[in-house]
């Protein structure tokens, strides 16, 4: 009976205020548990650029993991492979749609088509921006190549393995942090906790869209490597130079007829020019003279 009395009694100040005090200090423990995480994650994924083994360093698990991770390290290198390919073809715009449909058939794609069309001065010729799936780059090269003939073939390999590794570990580990961010919101009772972990939730899912961004980026270049791809017409060959005293003769005289016409063309559009300003040059001078006869005359 006495212990029913007092289990049922009514609450005093001094409880009320403990009870006040243990709500506080929960809510306090709360942020405090949010921020130490932020901290965590924050520092984490820059410490160290591979992910870290689960089992403990002494373990046969962590040990067989390490091994195999070197092991695989030479055959999962991340290369990103560009390269430019000039050809000289017969018909550069007729190229340009078998480079196309070539690039398609591969499962690749065309990402940029310049196209000029033949001209009174200017030869036909195509640029092409192709996407083309690494897997099927020399098979597809070859194929393009005899489209016409090679003048210039350039390809460039960039490893990027490190940084794709990096970018992943950074994404997994703040994926973790979000989750347990967004669990501490759930369990949140005050509108200050609320603020504070959505803050921190914000920040780093920011981040984690911003580091998904580049991950998604890596990968495209890695999947498919980019090829420029010039087409360009037979061009006018030169002619050689004089190899005799009549073939200099010749030469001089077609250099000379060269030169005399293109006098006769500036000549030709200099020529108004020069009547306007005769003209003008007249008139003035006319006035001159005038003035100074009457001034001469007056006196």
Known sequence: ??????????????????YAMNRTLGGAVVVLAALLLVGCTASGPNSSGSAVSTGAPGSAAGKASVVTDSQALPSDRKVVTTGTVSLTVADPLAAASSATQTVTAAGGRVDSRTEQPATDTTHASATLVLRIPSAKLDATLTTLQRLGRVDNVTLNASDVTTQVKDIDARITALQTSVDRLLGLLSKATTVADMITIESALSERQAELDSLKSQQAYLNDQVSMSTITLELHSEGVVPAGSPDSFWGGIIAGWNALVVAANGFLIVLGVALPWLVVFGLLGGLAWWIVWRSGRKRRAAA
Do not use: I, K, L
Request: charged residues 15%; contains cysteine; glycine residues 0%.
């Open 1 to 18: 009976m006495t212990c029913f009395a007092v289990q049922n009694r009514a609450r005093t100040p001094a409880d009320s205020y403990s």
